[in-house]
């Protein structure tokens, strides 16, 4: 509020007080007469009792005078207001700088500010400030806008939620604008994922609106438009998708009236009701043909009608069925829509050509649905009789029985998008329920075709009165129901129907009702036994009153059916070779059982067991005999489970028992021993010879609700653990396997990419002669350098890599790059004729038939002699199979390569089969080397194997030389070569060939 100043009076600056004094008078008032001034009536209205806050200000902008409502604005002592500057209460003095030079050089200010009273608080302020309203004094009016503030802010929050509610719903939001001018003024970005139009269109064209919509809805998009009053709160309106398929949406407006009443704009909200609509439309469908099958309407019209409902559903301009021809042709059968010339004498096979090709052949040859687009070379006989009427993309879904596909829907479009999952996922559903219904009416058409030939009816019927009392029943009826014409004659109908379900009492509602109904009952016989029918129950109603006078039952026994499907039900959760529980039905009881178990405080375990070396079986007795051992595992580990357990076949050769209510860990060590033990006698397979076998158990345990799934590949990673300390073992899972194989499958899965990121890299370590003290060679050894976790040792992802397959791969790559670095080496000078790069062979590669003779290739395409190239192969890989070992070296012999026996002595086996063995070199395990010692220790052994080798004219390495007095050792006992750390580790391919650079100064102080 601004304080209107007297005429005829001036002010002045008195001790910090505005005084009033007359024009004229040339001195002021005294300052201590009372405060003549504050007690001016007129000034203490204006000023003191003023709601606003008013403050005069001196050009500094410090307070000379604030009014009450001032002092409690900005919570200020009055006595000590004059204490401070305006600039003191704003929040960014900054701001209130600028805005203080502003209003000088102006002589006005108007503006909102964010301040702060003495205590910190915040407040919004509008302030009006005017200067000079005397000489040096500056008035300012600060008026209190925090709730003014607050809820604009708070209508600019709503304003905003409702926005991003309207662009994040998935219902259309529009509004439409009647007055002045006809124009869309909102649209949500739904219509955009419903219709495929942008919003920038629906903006841009004002007659899209109405263009998208289905001409038979267009008076309803004229009515919003121009006098939407007319029409109902709720209303359907079909659209046109961009790719040409019908869109169903729901819709509801709201009426927007100016200040006289008029309509002004709609506000509508439109849901996308397509997928209800469709189902409805073919839900009726399918009732039609029900209906039309049991009236025994000709087969091709309800084809015909079928397409009618599919054209009208999905927006498509043409659907046509073809029937699969004994002479591999399709013929169309039923068609509807626009353009049906094009089936004018069409050409389409499903047996062989190019006519086969197309989506119908294709269809009816896999049973699969297709989708082509007519510019794809399968469509080139048809193409520009397609194009002609802007076809531009074709489905055909198969329609099969359980003969095999017997045709095939076709659906054509003006577009690939068209054909939605959605939109294909109904259509063949409905393409399997409209082959049931033709099963069934070509089935009642024989059945018809043998009544009128026998005079009888094969299905079941009966006849009813009025009152429900049964007056007829055909001999059908009597053999399904067990009972005899007198006896069923005079019965109602109510006593003759179902003692299992309660679906009597709906039929005779019905059916008294006068309308038609059908059902599935289960029906007692006499002898108290239970069959299912598929009871339809027609009223027969008299012409004049429109009551039925008469009903007629039809029953069709679908018993057999009902108990094919139980079987396969019971296929789908059982193992058919054992009869044990499969893995899902075992998880679904694990499932129940882990919350129970979560209820009642108790633990649940389950133990995985397998066969260990069951493909030995299968490929040494064949598959007949690893089925009836799996029949007999089945019955040892459900008599070694408790009555309660579930025994399940969760693999080829991998069961599970799942055990409820596991008081403590003492029961599990002794079922796990019951498991074993039941192994111990050997299995009988038929004439085939008596089977001894072992098996490894993995067992995790589980006390709360988990996964079913991970509790299951617990027991799996412990019995994988098992597996790896040894055959027949027993594992109990804890958290470090699951580290470890979450470790492992990381590894495996990096591994797949190491060689083609060049993650893969060959180091050399040096291979002496002891008696001419020289480096003749190197043993070629691997290493993966991981981007992110370093150097990964070979202990660790070798074995994956064999387990993998990998390891063929890693093998090529070390073969390839360690003759690559020998040729470098040699045009480098680095080394000369007759150094020997070593490379070591997995068992997978002396499995592969192809290995020798791409080994050959290598050397013969890189100039190298047989002898620059030796492969060393373990011990335990030649036990395994040694018979197969000997046809290997002697291929590789052949070649010319020299083998060499690595780890020699730790696989526990004769020295008689190495005369048997065509290698040309041992090499002997670190373990003997370190426990060398002149007074005995290993120097016997050592002494032994080289005076064998000898013998045999077979070289020996000693591996893991790590001192002086080792190397002096063996080469007291003869040994012939060395490597190990004592020479140098394995190193990268330059220091290696520094290393042969300064040979004899090394060598010399190495072997001194």
């Not at 009443?261 to 469709?278: C, P, W």
């Not at 009816?457 to 009392?469: H, Q, R, V």
Request: charged share 25%.
């Amino acid at each position: 509020m601004r304080r209107q100043r007297q005429s005829g009076t001036s002010r002045r600056i008195v001790r910090g007080r505005v005084m009033e004094q007359a024009e004229g008078v040339g001195e002021p008032a005294e300052a201590g007469s009372a405060d003549s001034a504050r007690s001016d009536p007129r000034y203490s209205v204006a000023f003191e009792r003023a709601l606003d806050a008013i403050v005069f200000l001196d050009s500094s902008g410090r307070f000379i005078e604030a009014n009450a409502s001032a002092c409690a604005l900005f919570n200020a002592d009055p006595a000590k207001v004059t204490d401070y500057a305006l600039i003191d209460f704003a929040d960014s003095k900054e701001a209130a700088m600028r805005a203080w030079d502003v209003f000088i050089r102006k002589g006005e200010f108007v503006g909102e500010f964010v301040m702060r009273r003495l205590d910190g608080s915040p407040l919004d302020v509008e302030i009006a400030a005017k200067a000079e309203v005397m000489p040096g004094v500056h008035m300012a009016v600060v008026r209190d806008v925090t709730k003014r503030v607050a809820a604009e802010n708070a209508l600019r929050e709503s304003e905003e939620q409702f926005r991003r509610l309207a662009e994040n719903s998935p219902a259309i939001i529009y509004r439409y604008r009647i007055q002045p001018d006809r124009k869309m003024e909102y649209m949500s970005p739904a219509f955009e994922q419903v219709t495929g139009y942008t919003v920038e269109e629906i903006y841009s064209q004002p007659d899209l609106a109405r263009s998208v919509v289905h001409p038979d809805d267009a008076h309803l998009v004229r009515q919003v438009m121009t006098s939407p009053e007319t029409l109902p709160q709720r209303f359907e309106v079909r659209w046109f998708h961009r790719d040409g398929h019908l869109i169903w949406t729901a819709q509801r407006i709201s009426l927007i009236r100016d200040a006289e009443g008029k309509v002004v704009a709609v506000e509508g909200v439109a849901i996308d009701v397509t997928g209800i609509k469709r189902n409805e439309k073919i839900d009726t469908l399918l009732h039609e043909i029900d209906r039309k099958v049991l009236e025994g309407v000709n087969i091709d019209e309800i084809l015909g009608r079928t397409c009618e409902t599919v054209a009208s559903v999905f927006g498509l301009p043409l659907v046509w069925i073809g029937s699969k021809e004994s002479d591999g042709s399709v013929v169309p059968r039923a068609f509807a829509g626009a353009g049906a010339d094009i089936l004018d004498d069409i050409d389409v096979r499903w047996d062989s050509g190019p006519q086969s090709e197309g989506p119908a052949g294709r269809a009816i040859a896999t049973g699969e649905t297709q989708v082509i687009e007519i510019s794809e070379a399968a469509f080139t006989p048809w193409r520009e009789r397609l194009a002609q009427h802007g076809y531009n993309a074709v489905a055909a879904v198969p329609l099969s029985t359980d003969a095999g596909t017997v045709g095939c829907f076709v659906l054509d479009a003006r577009s690939r998008k068209t054909f939605t999952p959605d939109l294909l996922n109904q259509v063949e559903g409905l393409a399997t329920r409209v082959m049931v219904s033709i099963h069934i009416a070509e089935a009642q058409e024989r059945l018809r075709l043998q009544v009128a030939a026998m005079n009888a009816a094969a299905n079941a019927m009966l006849i009813a009165d009025a009152t429900g009392t049964i007056e007829w029943v055909n001999e059908a009826y009597l053999e399904m129901s067990g009972y005899s014409m007198e006896e069923t004659i005079g019965q109602p109908i109510r006593l003759m129907s179902s003692k299992a379900r309660g679906g009597a009492d709906s039929m005779i509602k019905s059916v008294i009702a006068g309308n038609a109904w059908r059902g599935e009952l289960v029906e007692r016989r006499k002898d108290g036994s239970l069959y299912t029918v598929i009871e339809t129950v027609t009223p027969i109603l008299n012409p004049e009153t429109g009551e039925p006078q008469h009903y007629v039952g039809v029953f069709e026994d679908v018993t057999a059916l009902r108990e094919a499907e139980g079987q396969l039900l019971y296929h789908t959760m059982y193992d058919p070779l054992t009869g044990l529980a499969n893995r899902g039905l075992l998880l679904d009881r694990l499932t129940r059982a882990l919350t129970r178990a979560d209820v009642e405080d108790r633990s649940i375990a389950v133990v995985v067991v397998d066969i260990d070396d069951f493909k030995l079986i299968n490929d040494s007795l064949g598959y007949e005999a690893g089925d009836l051992m799996l029949a007999e595992v089945a019955e040892r580990l459900k008599s070694a489970a408790g009555p309660l357990d579930t025994v399940a076949r969760v693999a080829g050769d991998e069961f599970a028992v799942l055990i409820e209510g596991v008081e403590q860990e003492q029961s599990l060590v002794e079922l796990a021993k019951k498991i074993t033990d039941a192994f111990i006698h050997p299995f009988e397979l038929g004439h085939l010879p008596s089977v001894n076998i072992s098996v490894s158990v993995g067992i995790s345990l589980a006390s709360a609700t988990v996964d079913p799934g991970a509790l299951v590949r617990d027991a799996e990673v412990a019995l994988h653990r098992a597996k790896e300390s040894g055959r027949g073992g027993v594992e109990y899972f804890d958290e470090g396997y699951r580290d470890r194989s979450a470790k492992r499958f990381e590894i495996t899965n990096d591994l797949h990419h190491a060689i083609e990121k060049d993650e893969l890299v060959v180091h050399y370590q040096p291979v002496v002669n002891l008696r001419e003290q020289k480096i003749m060679g190197a043993e070629a050894l691997v290493r993966w350098v991981h981007p992110d976790k370093g150097v990964i040792p070979p202990l660790d992802f070798i074995p994956i890599a064999e387990e993998t397959g990998l390891i063929v791969q890693i093998g090529r790559y070390v073969l390839e790059e360690s003759l690559r670095q020998l040729y470098e080496w040699r045009g480098q000078g680095v080394v000369t004729k007759g150094f020997e790069i070593a490379v070591n062979l997995s068992a997978v590669q002396l499995d592969a038939p192809e290995f020798p003779s791409y080994v050959a290739m290598l050397l013969d395409s890189g100039g190298f002699e047989a002898g620059d190239l030796s492969f060393e192969i373990t011990e335990s890989i030649l036990l395994r199979d040694m018979e197969s070992a000997i046809r290997f070296l002697n291929r590789i012999r052949a070649i010319g390569i020299n083998c060499a026996i690595d780890d020699f002595g730790t696989g526990y086996s004769s020295f008689g089969y190495l005369q048997n063995l065509p290698v040309g070199a041992l090499k002997i395990d670190r373990m003997f080397v370190d426990k060398l010692d002149p007074a005995g220790g290993s120097s016997a052994i050592v002494r032994g194997i080289v005076e064998m080798a000898h013998a045999l004219d077979i070289e020996t390495v000693a591996e893991g030389v790590e001192t002086q007095d080792q190397m002096a050792m063996l080469a007291s006992l003869g040994c012939d070569y060395i490597q190990g750390f004592h020479i140098s580790r394995p190193v990268p391919p330059d220091e290696f060939a520094q290393l042969m650079l300064t040979e004899p100064g090394w060598l010399m102080e190495s072997t001194a």
